[in-house]
């Protein structure tokens, strides 16, 4: 059996719905799922801001100017990046919990 249907199935009978990030209850999985699939690996892509952007931000930040980013990324990932060229410094609003 496919792991995602067996956790499915033992998350149902502790009587837990599965939901995803944005609270939205998540269908079991088809039957089929994972038949015939084999995992062969993982690739990740990564992307590092330019060398010049933490010293351009903090430039801007001395002169007065609110630097903003405009990304399509992830919220998790365009957090991560803010933080590592300085336009994020401290923990946001998200992670005082």
């Known amino acids: 059996e496919f792991q995602a249907i067996a956790d499915y199935k033992a998350a149902a009978a502790r ?12 269908d079991p999985p ?17 992307d590092p801001p330019r060398e010049a952007v933490p010293g351009a931000v903090a430039k801007c930040k001395t002169a007065g100017i609110k630097v903003i980013m405009v990304t399509g990324d992830h919220p998790g990932t365009a957090k991560a990046i803010a933080y590592k060229v300085g336009i994020l410094w401290s923990p946001t609003k998200d992670d005082i919990v």
């Open 15 to 26: 009587g837990e719905q599965l939901k995803d990030d944005k609270g939205k209850v998540l």
């Open 30 to 46: 088809h039957e089929k799922s994972g038949d015939g699939l084999v995992f062969l690996g993982l690739m990740a892509l990564v």
